[in-house]
């Protein structure tokens, strides 16, 4: 078994940066390609990135290209969302998730969960 646990989340100004951190136990990430979701209130969670085994690539959704960027350090046992230029529309709860087979978007072919981390961008 896989645990997540996010952290890095808070308020920040529209424009400002923030980094958020999935530490993972249990079992080494190595094997996991790695994303990041974000759900806010009233909506469905949607996903935002990830990065695949060895970090060789990563996908990002629209409206994150160029603003946010995911690394991961596999020796920490740790992955990275780096958030810059942030928008009010980025207000969620993230999310980081793991998925032992694969890579992409789909959020039923993720294994494990971390519990999220609450993100505040004011206007």
């Known amino acids: 078994q896989v645990q997540l646990v996010e952290s890095g989340g808070g308020l920040v100004q529209a424009g400002g940066s923030l980094t958020l951190y999935c530490a993972a136990s249990?079992?080494?990430?190595?094997?996991?390609?790695m994303a990041w979701f974000r759900q806010a209130p009233g909506k469905e969670r949607e996903f935002v990135g990830t990065i695949n085994r060895g970090g060789g690539y990563t996908i990002y959704v629209d409206s994150v290209k160029g603003r946010f960027s995911i690394s991961r350090d596999d020796a920490k046992n740790t992955v990275y969302l780096q958030m810059n230029s942030l928008k009010p529309e980025d207000t969620a709860v993230y999310y980081c998730?793991?998925?032992?087979?694969?890579?992409?978007?789909?959020?039923?072919?993720?294994?494990?969960w971390g519990q999220g981390t609450q993100v505040t961008v004011s206007s």
């Open positions: 249990g079992r080494t990430i190595s094997t996991y390609a």
């Open positions: 998730a793991a998925r032992q087979y694969g890579v992409g978007r789909p959020i039923d072919k993720y294994d494990y």
